[in-house]
């Protein structure tokens, strides 16, 4: 209910959404939870397993069960955090994880069957009958697994991405943070401030206590507008920190929008990524739970969000409150609540020498062991006083410092036996130093001596001083607590609220040898529900070493991973939606070829004519046969400028290249041109393609479109690990060429009308030349077969050299051909693409096996030797068609002619297929054993198109086997 006269929202404003289609109404600054508090609305979801009801526990992003749908339009938004979203005018929200309404959920029969549903029953439940998986478990389960719904529509909203660059960044900005960041700032460093709420203050906004004589939050807002006042500092609320990585990168995620009802061209969320020289981590702890019987029913919540509702929000969480702790902090909550006029039935201390008083009824040495009602808490039960009337109940078993971030690169807290609980250890990520609760001290006092002085160890370490603030007056009282993980008795204690693991599934989990934390996880799901176990790890934690002997440091904790909450993966992804999911790349003859009506195909990245069609043509295959003769007997011309070109040069370059290529290259001449083949390290086919020595020590390597970005990177890797003593450097050059082939038998004629003065190259040949001034590079190599050249210029000549190459070519009944027609003339010639060499063929496969030199090392060359690797293989071959289906299918199997189409008979397949105007259909496949079985006859079935075809298997090239055009 709310309260008058407390809390920090603007009571001028008011604002209304719906839940479950029931409109309710709050305030602005008003979260989606305490609005439906303030409307004494506490059935908010349902656990995972069993389908219990299940309330709001906790007021941060931290709690596990107010998890809602967000609904706009045909979009649908799964897991929205009640606690975490800004109340805004219109907002359609709805209940999830039910079958059925939220109040009668038919899958809530789960609970009544619970005991043949325990930790790890699925291991022993779904292995027989064996034919039921497919036919009843899977489909049951899939049915029910998951938490929210995707509406299977695309995803229209907008994400951003963005990077920022400080000496420190500071993470949270509570009285730590905040102290923290004045000092970095004084100091002149670069400051970010990042709080993951949509107020700065942390804790100070839902506390009663004074700093320097002040309200807590009316300090902060003091602090925070100096920060604001310094051009050195940038302050990012509703940015939740959610990874740290190496080299000082940290992960956030900005709600840009979120509280927006009217966005604009605005993103939803913004994905940064923050490279900070130093860190100072403020986020605070977590309150966790106690585990008694029925300690998940709604209205159970965290001693600390029922007092954080109350001052942050004016909403008391029930009229007759119950607390129940094992602390100091606790008893503030029933403080604050008597304060406000909230009726305390019972205030409920472990501790039999607590040294507390209060004007209502308190129990020392006493324990919560139970709660009554179902939907709604009806009372609670106390070790001797028995039932007690209540209608919320606040509980708290101490707290956890919020290790996580520092523990994302691998590195384990250590326990604090004084405050019971996890902290983390100095350097766990190199460059951050822990402030505050985060770090173990829980005084208020303490936090702002904790922020200065961590500030202070971080600008050491980047060579800064200055003048630290003065530390503002505040509570020092230290913080008392006794451990207290589970209340003995009858009945389930819950530890994990969303996936429902009980303290008996953790003992179980340790009955049956699930002795590691990390498989007691697993075998139970603990800390593996959308909240990562925040509230309930350290709990489930303590129950297992006290289940196996050991103590809580002996046990440890788990991995730690991030991200700390969930992030979209649209806004991870940012830009990569639509045109945006992968980059989109186009050459210098992109425009003109679309306007001659070229259809583009994608080609790796890069957009490539697929054929030029003319007047008449009404089928691509006529214009891939035109282009096809047109080569043949005049000229072409293709853009190749998507071919990878990498620029190497330097004394070593001719040993680098012969450590990569499996033949020589540093016997290449100035001028000349060589081809190669370069293995992976397993012993298979990388890549292929020529390289040209262009004057001594620098050559210019050419890689196939697809594997540009993987030679690259294998070149890299080579460099830097395998070669490191190699005095060689090399960059990628693709996009600062384009570069044409010019194919055909008139080829020399057109360059000759082209270029200030035409070198007489030979085969596999390279020279400079120049065309109008402008210096070019000239190359004699074909993938046609026919006589040709590949002309190079700067990229910025590109589309003007297209053009005057196409118009010349055209005078020589010529013209520009497309991939179609590149395609058919190189399985003509038997030349081999990605088609064909696609991760599983090695050189002896595809014939080359006599180029592997025996006189040099070479990347892959031991492990192409291996067993299995020579004998036996697939073997590149020619197929063409020879009974009465002629149509072959890239993709198609070989068999036997009288073999049945099965796995176990198949001798190979087909890659490659196409029409050859003077052969007919033709193919490249690979083949058992192949080259030893030109003539014969087999079967060729493409399962998928359901074809058969008879093919001849004979030598893969079809035409000028000697090589005399490319020659000529």
């Known amino acids: 209910m709310r309260l008058e006269n407390t809390g920090l929202i603007d009571r001028s404003e008011r604002r209304s959404f719906t839940f479950d289609g029931n409109s309710y109404s709050g305030f602005k600054g008003d979260t989606l939870a305490s609005t439906l508090l303030a409307n004494n609305v506490h059935l908010v979801g349902r656990s995972f397993k069993y389908h219990r009801p299940r309330g709001l526990m906790s007021d941060g992003t931290q709690d596990p069960n107010g ?213 100072v981590y403020a986020a605070g702890a977590m309150e966790r739970p106690i585990a008694f019987q029925n300690n998940d029913r709604p209205g159970v919540m965290m001693a600390s969000a029922v007092r954080g509702y109350l001052n942050r929000y004016g909403v008391a969480a029930g009229k007759r409150v119950a607390l129940f702790g094992n602390n100091d902090d606790a008893f503030r909550s029933a403080q604050d609540l008597a304060a406000a006029g909230v009726h305390i039935v019972a205030y409920v201390d472990s501790r039999a020498d607590a040294e507390i008083t209060g004007e209502f009824p308190i129990y020392k040495g006493a324990h919560v062991t139970n709660v009554k009602g179902r939907k709604r808490v009806e009372g609670v039960t106390v070790s001797g006083a028995g039932d007690i009337m209540a209608d919320c109940l606040g509980v708290s078993g101490g707290y956890n410092p919020t290790v996580h971030l520092p523990c994302h690169m691998n590195g384990r807290p250590q326990w604090n036996e004084q405050i019971a609980a996890f902290i983390p250890v100095p350097n766990m990520v190199p460059g951050m130093e822990v402030a505050g609760a985060a770090g173990g001290t829980f005084s208020t006092h303490g936090c702002l001596k904790s922020g200065v002085f961590r500030a202070k160890e971080v600008l050491k370490s980047l060579g800064l001083e200055g003048r630290a603030p003065a530390i503002p007056k505040a509570d020092a009282s230290p913080t008392q607590i006794r451990p207290l993980w589970m209340v003995p008795g009858k009945g389930r204690a819950w530890l994990d609220f969303q996936n429902d693991v009980t303290v008996k599934d953790v003992k179980l989990a340790a009955q049956e040898n699930f002795k590691s934390v990390e498989h007691m996880k697993r075998y139970t799901t603990q800390g593996m529900a959308p909240d990562q176990g925040k509230n309930s790890n350290v709990n489930a934690l303590a129950v297992l070493a006290d289940a196996t002997g050991r103590g809580i440091p002996e046990t440890g904790t788990t991995t730690f991973r991030p991200p700390y909450t969930p992030v979209a993966i649209a806004a991870m992804g940012a830009y990569s939606q639509g045109h945006g999911f992968a980059p989109q790349r186009f050459t210098t003859s992109d425009e003109l070829s679309r306007k001659i009506n070229a259809p583009m195909i994608e080609a790796g990245l890069w957009y490539r004519p697929s054929y030029f069609p003319k007047d008449g043509e009404t089928h691509w295959r006529q214009s891939c046969d035109r282009e096809v003769n047109m080569v043949r007997s005049a000229v072409g011309i293709a853009d190749v400028s998507t071919l990878g070109k990498i620029d190497i040069q330097g004394p070593d370059a001719g040993k680098f290249l012969d450590f990569l290529y499996i033949n020589t290259f540093s016997t290449l001449k100035p001028g000349k041109v060589r081809y190669g083949i370069m293995l992976r390290e397993d012993g298979h086919v990388m890549d292929d393609g020529t390289t040209a020595c262009i004057a001594e020590n620098h050559y210019v390597m050419t890689t196939t479109t697809a594997a540009a970005g993987q030679v690259m990177r294998h070149l890299e890797f080579v460099s830097q690990c395998l070669g490191p003593d190699l005095d060689v450097q090399f960059i990628s050059v693709t996009e600062a060429w384009a570069q044409f082939a010019v194919a055909g038998p008139k080829s020399k004629d057109l360059l000759s009308q082209v270029l200030d003065a035409a070198p007489d190259l030979p085969f596999m040949g390279c020279g400079d030349v120049a065309i109008g001034g402008v210096k070019a590079r000239l190359f004699r190599i074909s993938f046609s077969g026919e006589h040709a050249y590949e002309l190079a210029v700067p990229a910025r000549y590109g589309e003007s050299l297209f053009k005057d190459l196409l118009a010349k070519a055209e005078a020589m009944d010529g013209g520009a051909y497309g991939m179609e027609a590149l395609n058919v003339m190189r399985i003509e010639k038997g030349f081999l693409t990605h088609s064909d060499i696609h991760g599983r063929v090695t050189v002896g496969d595809v014939g080359m096996g006599m180029m592997m030199s025996k006189k040099k090392d070479f990347i892959g060359k031991t492990a192409a030797m291996r067993p299995g690797l020579l004998e036996d293989r697939e073997e590149l071959v020619g197929l063409k068609p020879v009974g009465a289906v002629k149509e072959l299918n890239a993709g198609a199997f070989f068999f036997d002619p009288e073999a049945e189409p099965i796995r176990e008979n198949q001798q190979g397949y087909t890659t490659s297929v196409g029409f050859s105007p003077e052969l007919g259909m033709i193919g490249l496949g690979f083949l058992k054993n192949g080259r030893e079985r030109y003539g014969e006859q087999l079967k060729l079935v493409d399962h998928l198109r359901h074809v058969t075809t008879q093919v001849e298997i004979c030598h893969p090239v079809f035409l000028d086997p000697e090589g005399s055009k490319a020659r000529d």
């Open 67 to 279: 998890l809602v749908e967000l609904h706009q339009g045909d979009q649908i938004t799964p897991n929205l955090r009640l606690t975490g979203q800004e109340l805004v005018n219109g907002l359609d929200i709805r209940s999830q994880n039910h079958w059925g309404s939220l109040e009668w959920d038919v899958l809530e029969l789960n609970d009544l069957v619970s005991p043949f549903l325990s930790a790890g029953f699925y291991y022993k439940t779904f292995m027989w009958p064996k034919a039921f998986w497919e036919k009843v478990y899977e489909p049951i389960i899939r049915r029910a697994a998951g938490l929210g719904r995707l509406s299977m529509e695309n995803n229209s909203d907008r994400y951003d991405k963005a990077f920022a660059f400080c000496d420190v960044l500071v993470i949270g900005s509570g009285p730590a943070g905040i102290m923290a960041a004045l000092t970095a700032a004084k100091a002149g460093a670069q400051v970010i401030l990042a709080e993951e709420d949509f107020i700065f203050g942390g804790r100070l906004n839902s506390e009663t206590f004074e700093v320097d004589g002040k309200p807590g939050h009316i300090w902060t807002q003091d602090q925070i507008a100096k920060l604001a006042d310094m051009d050195n500092v940038r302050l990012m609320k509703r940015t939740t920190v959610t990874g740290a990585y190496d080299g000082g990168t940290y992960g956030a995620v900005e709600r840009v929008s979120h509280h927006v009802q009217d966005a604009g061209d605005a993103p939803l969320e913004t994905f940064w990524r923050i490279a900070a020289k130093g860190c």
